[in-house]
């Protein structure tokens, strides 16, 4: 199946500060989402983004499918933006399932 | 719109107990998925549901695990017997159709003591 890979896996910025995260996928993919799960459990949806780029406030997201990657970029960090961010892809190939990362655990200083 | 719900929120049971997971998908949605998350770690997928019938169920333990989707709306996720090594938040999500935007709820979190 495909492998997903997110960096960094953990990150710890100051409030007000930016920053990247990233997601390699082994193969091509028909579905790519970012998600945010809150220290509650829930899973956020931020971004549904195969290919291309969307903004959404501070959160912007990019797919370049052909390198096979895409990045969240948060600026302007909140407390509120900590959590973990997951990426998760599928192929409409056989029965390729929606395949998540490991996640990058996001931590936001006061 | 409502989002999808499940129920319980939080259980606890004993070793060797039954217990069972009940999830709404959002209106209209087709295509229902039941994923395990184990603590620090990405959800991982049990079963996928087109409409009534189970497309993939390669990865549920069918020796203990079963589900169900009946009409094609609600769907039942049962553990029966339950062991420590189950516990863990049990996420369902919808999507309108397959390979499109799913959405999740809020998980059952379990806890087998």
């Known amino acids: 199946g495909i492998q997903v890979e997110q960096s960094p896996p953990d990150l710890i910025l100051q409030e007000g500060a930016n920053s990247t995260l990233r997601c390699n996928f082994s193969?091509?993919?028909?579905?790519l989402q970012w998600f945010h799960q809150n220290p509650w459990g829930q899973l956020i949806n931020l971004f549904y983004i195969p290919s291309g780029t969307k903004q959404n406030g501070r959160l912007s997201a990019t797919t370049v499918a052909t390198e096979r990657y895409s990045l969240l970029y948060i600026s302007s960090s909140q407390t509120t933006d900590s959590g973990v961010y997951f990426c998760?892809?599928?192929?409409?190939?056989?029965?390729?399932?929606?395949?998540f990362g490991t996640g990058t655990r996001l931590t936001i200083i006061p | 719109e409502a989002g999808v719900v499940q129920s319980p929120r939080y259980k606890i049971i004993e070793k060797k107990q039954p217990v069972a997971f009940w999830c709404n998908p959002i209106?209209?949605?087709?295509?229902l998925y039941w994923y395990l998350q184990n603590l620090g770690q990405g959800p991982e997928l049990l079963i996928r549901y087109e409409n009534e019938e189970a497309v993939d169920d390669s990865q549920l333990p069918k020796d203990r695990f079963s589900a169900e989707r009946l009409k094609g709306v609600d769907s039942t996720l049962k553990i029966q017997p339950a062991e420590l090594g189950d516990s863990a938040v049990y996420l369902c999500a919808s999507s309108l159709v397959s390979f499109t935007e799913a959405f999740f709820g809020q998980g059952t979190r379990l806890t087998v003591v």
């Open positions: 193969d091509s993919v028909n579905n």
């Open positions: 998760a892809v599928e192929r409409n190939f056989g029965n390729e399932k929606l395949t």
């Open positions: 209106s209209g949605h087709n295509t």
